[in-house]
């Protein structure tokens, strides 16, 4: 299996623009995780799902974050419009239900200037 | 709520020597804990979990932990430090119930000295 993949790696954009995290999940896991990490705040999780479905969103910042998983193969996480704050790097993660390791992607390394 | 606390941001020691980050946890709940490891510019990797069996936890490249209720905590160990090893480690701890997402802690960088 290729892993949790995220594209792109790197993604540089103007305040105010829309920006769209993509993220593939490792085939077969039931979980998928977006996290956010900053030098001040470490790493935090965003938003989780289940099957598809968004369990908890607790830790989404603001109603310029929104996340989707259409299906069992993909996820995004968009933020719109954009803000020099949310300069991060964003984790993609999944795991399967019957065990407990968490893979993560390589991670979206997003600058909005 | 779940929370770890990492004692070091900044963790330095010379090849050879011993390795120990140090990792407290607080949660309500039976943990399961975990050590994570990132090097530059990569995702995490799990080093090594703790699941309520053994409370000494071998993982990967050498490294262990061992589960202490007593003291809430699950520090990290490795008797050799190999240049290699200098990364970023992270503790993570879960409920262990039927979700798994991870609280971690803020990390500590490892460096290692020739």
């Known amino acids: 299996d290729a892993g949790v993949i995220q594209s792109p790696r790197h993604e540089v954009t103007e305040m105010g623009q829309e920006v769209t995290l993509r993220c593939k999940p490792i085939?077969?896991?039931?979980?998928l995780f977006w996290y956010r990490q900053t030098m001040m705040r470490g790493l935090e999780l965003l938003i989780y799902?289940?099957?598809?479905?968004?369990?908890?969103d607790s830790g989404m910042p603001e109603d310029r974050f929104s996340a989707k998983m259409p299906n069992a193969s993909f996820s995004t996480l968009k933020i719109q419009p954009s803000e020099p704050r949310d300069s991060a790097v964003y984790f993609c993660?999944?795991?399967?239900?019957?065990?407990?390791?968490?893979?993560f992607g390589q991670g979206t390394r997003l600058t909005v200037v | 709520a779940q929370s770890v606390t990492q004692l070091g941001s900044h963790v330095s020691v010379s090849e050879g020597a011993l390795v120990l980050l140090r990792c407290n946890y607080s949660?309500?709940?039976?943990?399961?804990l975990f050590w994570y490891v990132q090097y530059p510019n990569q995702g995490l990797q799990l080093l090594l979990k703790?699941?309520?069996?053994?409370?000494l936890v071998k993982g990967i490249n050498g490294f262990e932990a061992e589960f202490k209720k007593s003291e809430t905590s699950f520090h990290l160990t490795k008797p050799s430090a190999h240049m290699s090893d200098a990364a970023e480690y992270f503790c993570?701890?879960?409920?262990?119930?039927?979700?798994?997402?991870?609280?971690f802690g803020k990390g500590t960088l490892l460096t290692v000295n020739p």
């Open positions: 799902f289940n099957n598809n479905v968004p369990i908890d």
């Open positions: 949660s309500s709940v039976p943990p399961y």
């Open positions: 993570a701890v879960s409920d262990g119930g039927s979700n798994y997402k991870l609280t």
């Open positions: 085939s077969g896991h039931d979980y």
């Open positions: 993660a999944s795991s399967p239900s019957q065990g407990v390791e968490t893979f």
């Open positions: 703790y699941t309520s069996a053994a409370t």
